[in-house]
């Protein structure tokens, strides 16, 4: 009798027939601070494909934010030229895909990144960016698949709707059934790791008056520690030694004044150094500060501290082998093709995050992977990181992939950021507090707000849903935007 694992739900044919693109313009309640960037307004765009499988009609939805100085990091490249080329990789995926056909969706989601790439590569498109085009893509017909099946994200892979296949991309997993190397249920919570950007007031007597928001929302550190109960946290650095020190001294007095001791900590290198000799020197020199010798016994590993364009250099390797008792460093900016995480490895990385606009086809793979190593022995790391992701679709769908690959400690900043669901129409607001009332709740202005009890975030709603979200957005009350430019 076989097993139901290798049972296989996959269609005979599915085809993209249409797609839009909506648009809405937000503010952040509050400046927010990464690298070379602060964002204080961004546009967010929604995805629809239509889809037929077998003969059959589904519709999925994708969302992301526009995010300036991420996908390029030109730090003189205007934000108006970056969100037109973000736009570009967008339109483009789409429209390269309609009318595409293959056997299974993960087939044609491997048609479309194919035909992505060498687009981008004609172009000299990073392909960091050029994927983003084809996440949004991707994630909409997952959803318009799972929808089909009615089953949830974890679902659909487990029982091969999807047709996914991890050693396709990652050949040292052939005759590993992937199934294996992924938990076989979601996880019904997460731990909310919060971000302290850059420019974040860390106590409520250093924020003036003029700039006190009065939302019933949390502002500094502290009071976001007492507000949602936190416990973990991500530290973006500036790689300034002597201005990071003085920050990181505070942030560590407020975070062990605030949670007794109980709490884990990562730090964003945020691409600040040249070399991983460069990076040790300033690491060893912030563990030289007696004031943090403690605090960093709660770390959990450095993510992207080297500069993009070298960070995967193979001559970083001796570099590596050279620092002895390093702590566990990932990649991340840097994770931008199917082959990053094997090259990650082989240099001397432990891991790397997963961000659904870097796709999430890829990201499972990664995780099967990153298994693969872990039940081999070796200490290895999948992250769940994310910019400023909020609802009413992306942070869902981001929630639903962390639940399925089982990461239990994900950045969740966008309720931070933004207030809440405050700027999208009532409709919008009224649908998410449906479909999922114990994921949000109404602030004291009676919007949406994510809720956080103790630190985490209850996933039940989202594992019970098709790809998490669970109702059909209204895109009529959003301005739709051409598929060409």
């Not at 030109?74 to 429209?95: K, T, W, Y």
């Amino acid at each position: 009798m076989r097993s139901p694992l290798c049972l296989t739900l996959t269609p005979m044919s599915v085809k993209i027939k249409t797609a839009s693109i909506h648009r809405i313009e937000l503010k952040t309640r509050m400046p927010f601070k990464y690298g070379i960037a602060t964002m204080t307004e961004v546009p967010m765009i929604f995805v629809r494909v239509a889809v037929e499988i077998n003969g059959n009609e589904s519709s999925g939805t994708a969302s992301d934010l526009l995010p300036p100085k991420w996908f390029t990091k030109s730090p003189n490249e205007p934000i108006e030229n970056e969100v037109s080329e973000m736009l570009g990789v967008i339109r483009n995926a789409i429209q390269l895909s309609i009318n595409y056909e293959a056997e299974n969706l993960f087939s044609l989601w491997r048609l479309i990144y194919d035909s992505q790439t060498k687009w981008a590569k004609e172009r000299s498109i990073p392909a960091l960016l050029a994927h983003f085009g084809t996440s949004l893509v991707e994630r909409a017909i997952i959803e318009a698949t799972c929808k089909h099946y009615n089953q949830s994200l974890s679902e659909a892979i487990l029982k091969g709707s999807l047709g996914f296949s991890a050693s396709s991309i990652h050949s040292e997993l052939i005759g590993i059934p992937f199934a294996t190397l992924l938990p076989p249920q979601p996880l019904s919570k997460i731990t909310a790791r919060h971000t302290i950007g850059l420019g974040d007031a860390l106590f409520e007597k250093d924020i003036p008056d003029e700039e006190c928001i009065d939302d019933t929302l949390p502002q500094s550190l502290e009071q976001c520690i007492r507000y949602y109960k936190l416990k973990q946290f991500k530290i973006k650095i500036s790689g300034d030694l002597e201005w990071d020190l003085k920050r990181l001294i505070e942030i560590a007095t407020v975070i062990k004044n605030n949670t007794e001791g109980n709490f884990k900590l990562s730090l964003d290198g945020n691409e600040q150094f040249d070399s991983i000799v460069a990076f040790q020197n300033y690491w060893t020199k912030l563990n030289n500060e007696n004031r943090l010798t403690r605090f960093f016994d709660h770390l959990l590993f450095i993510e992207q501290p080297l500069h993009r364009d070298i960070a995967l250099d193979s001559s970083l390797r001796d570099e590596f082998d050279l620092w002895s008792n390093n702590p566990p460093i990932i990649i991340d900016e840097s994770d931008s093709t199917l082959k990053s995480l094997s090259e990650a490895l082989l240099i001397g990385y432990s891991g790397t995050s997963h961000k659904n606009c870097k796709g999430i086809f890829k990201g499972i793979a990664n995780a099967c992977l990153l298994e693969n190593c872990r039940q081999s022995g070796q200490k290895v790391i999948m992250s769940g990181e994310d910019l400023c992701n909020v609802g009413p679709i992306a942070v869902i769908q981001d929630l639903a992939v962390m639940a399925m690959l089982g990461i239990e400690s994900v950045e969740r900043n966008g309720h931070h950021y933004m207030a809440g669901l405050s700027q999208f129409p009532s409709k919008t607001q009224t649908q998410i507090l449906t479909a999922h009332p114990k994921l949000y709740s109404k602030s004291d202005h009676g919007w949406p707000t994510l809720e956080i009890l103790n630190g985490q975030i209850d996933l039940s709603s989202i594992n019970n849903q098709p790809f998490g979200t669970g109702f059909e957005l209204d895109l009529s009350v959003y301005e739709e935007i051409p598929i060409s430019e």
